[in-house]
């Protein structure tokens, strides 16, 4: 049954924890762009309309909601950096739990409602991060494009532009296909009407010629039919 009690760990969980997990889970991000060298960081906190920033952070009204990090492109050059930047946030949050975990295994920190949320939310993003899969979106999370460098030896962006560029190969010459087919049907059918005409178009293109001789043909034929009779 929902109480009070629950509404309450609702309220903390949305207004406290999760932005908290979640700027952890970012930071991950931030720490590796330091890392490599990016320019122009930014730590987004929250959506709508910015409340204050710092210099690297952003935090916005609805802080709860939602958050990312953003730097400039940066280009490592073999797989273990391409690696590290999909693994920070994993890492990130994963430390953080050690360490919380830890703390509280020794009785530094107690055990309450709290930092049992906190636990929660913490390997939650751990486990959703690690499922190796593509979102509806199209976009892979951290396992799936870890997954891609070991398997495939490449990045998850690269790798669906190739596949993207291999169905639009495939479209391509499968709509060409087509049309031959349709114009290779289109040039048969022509060719049947010609060399053989339907019933109907028969009788349209030879009824207005045909029908008096062979009337006429008919009468004369009756006509040798009855003096051939009369004579017998």
């Keep these: 049954m929902f109480t009070l009690i629950d509404l309450g760990r609702l309220i903390m969980s949305a207004l406290v924890i999760l932005p908290i997990v979640t700027v952890i889970r970012e930071s991950g991000y931030y720490l590796t762009a330091v890392l490599l060298g990016a320019s122009n960081k930014n730590l987004v906190v929250g959506s709508g309309p910015k409340l204050f920033s710092l210099k690297t952070i952003e935090v916005r009204r609805y802080f709860f909601m939602f958050s990312w990090m953003e730097y400039d492109e940066v280009n490592p050059k073999n797989r273990f950096w391409h690696g590290l930047i999909y693994a920070s946030p994993i890492l990130s949050c994963m430390i953080v739990a050690i360490i919380i975990n830890s703390l509280l295994s020794a009785s530094i920190l107690p055990e309450n409602m709290f930092w049992s949320t906190f636990m929660f939310y913490v390997f939650y993003f751990v486990f959703f991060d690690i499922i190796p899969v593509y979102l509806p979106d199209g976009q ?61 178009d028969n009788e349209k293109s030879y009824t207005k010629e045909q029908e008096e001789t062979m009337e006429n043909s008919d009468e004369k034929e009756e006509d040798f039919s009855d003096h051939t009779r009369k004579d017998g």
């Design 140 to 200: 892979p999370t951290n396992g799936r494009a870890i997954f891609d460098l070991i398997w495939h030896g490449e990045r998850s962006d690269y790798l669906k532009q190739k596949q993207e560029e291999e169905k639009d190969e495939e479209r391509s010459y499968t709509d060409s296909q087509e049309e031959t087919m349709k114009n290779r049907d289109k040039d048969r059918q022509e060719r049947d009407d010609h060399s053989n005409p339907n019933k109907d």
